[in-house]
């Protein structure tokens, strides 16, 4: 995209040593509270999902959850949820990701999305990739097509790009170190 | 209000036995996967929050999110998230509220509402509502008024309008028994 969304990094906070000593955690909480920030990054989100001709947003929990629903509301779309274990409560289907050490699971329900449909998947940051790489594995065990991965934020310095090199990946700001 | 949502009903999928054996879990997921459906309980939520000019959205942690998150893009307001201890970076207050057993808390940063702000909180479903009594709160510790609260769901056969009682509430839909 021509587009630039460089104005957003004014509304992330950045947090030193959180959630451990030495991370630089980037803190979305301070773009959501303002409206012209949320907006905007909203606008950027949009315009590739437009692009992407997406019929489904799928938001990954929970962060995801914020920016993936105030999308599929803009697109007439409907949204479901990726969620940890044991928080949905009909049929799920899973995926298994790494974790710096050992492995999580994210679900989805099983009519979460439809033969065909085209999906978003939407998330706050890409970081590893790890768990967006199980949710669009989730969404093509339901028959449903990747349209597109959309997240604020990318941390170029993570190797999430090739988990998901099969994908047409937008990212509206990127932080090249933490 | 006048107009009724009892509409919504039809997109709520009741699971038996969720989370536990004899709990009847309203699962509000094909609610918010269909376009019309989600669209609907949005536009209940925004003719309320606009009655009670409220000017910030509080979501409440995580399916608050989703609703929470919408309407504050239909407002133009912002909004902050309430969160699970441990999960905001900055710093925070916190709230007690009881459980079935023990006790559990909720956070908000300390520049998630600023004074004088007009909040409307928001969560998909009241229960106890103990949550909402201790993110209400918090809004009120730092300053703002609770201009109402909002959710999709009153399962009016539980406790919460005592501990609501001094607060604006507006639900769309009731069911009065598990």
């Given at each position: 995209m021509a587009e630039t969304y460089d104005e957003l990094?004014?509304?992330?906070?950045?947090?030193?040593?959180f959630p451990k000593p030495g991370i630089n955690f980037y803190d979305i909480t301070t773009l959501m509270q303002d409206p012209v920030g949320f907006a905007l990054a909203l606008d950027g989100m949009?315009?590739?999902?437009r692009a992407k001709e997406?019929?489904?947003?799928?938001?990954?929990?929970?962060?995801?959850?914020?920016?993936?629903?105030?999308?599929?509301?803009?697109?007439?779309?409907?949204?479901?949820i990726a969620r940890k274990p044991g928080?949905?409560?009909y049929r799920t289907i899973s995926a298994e990701y790494a974790l710096e050490y050992?492995?999580?699971r994210l679900e989805l329900h099983e009519d979460a999305v439809k033969t065909g449909e085209r999906v978003l998947i939407v998330d706050d940051l890409i970081a590893t990739g790890g768990t967006i790489e199980?949710?669009?594995?989730?969404?093509?065990?339901?028959?449903?097509?990747?349209a597109?991965?959309?997240?604020?934020?990318?941390?170029?310095?993570?190797?999430?790009?090739e988990k998901l090199n099969r994908f047409e990946v937008n990212c509206l700001i990127?932080?090249?170190s933490e």
């Open positions: 990094k004014r509304y992330i906070r950045s947090v030193p040593d949009e315009k590739f999902a997406a019929n489904k947003i799928v938001a990954v929990e929970s962060r995801g959850f914020l920016f993936g629903a105030a999308l599929a509301d803009r697109l007439k779309t409907g949204v479901a928080k949905l409560p050992g492995t999580d199980a949710v669009a594995g989730m969404v093509e065990k339901l028959n449903a097509t990747v597109g991965i959309s997240a604020v934020i990318d941390l170029s310095f993570l190797p999430w790009r990127t932080f090249d």
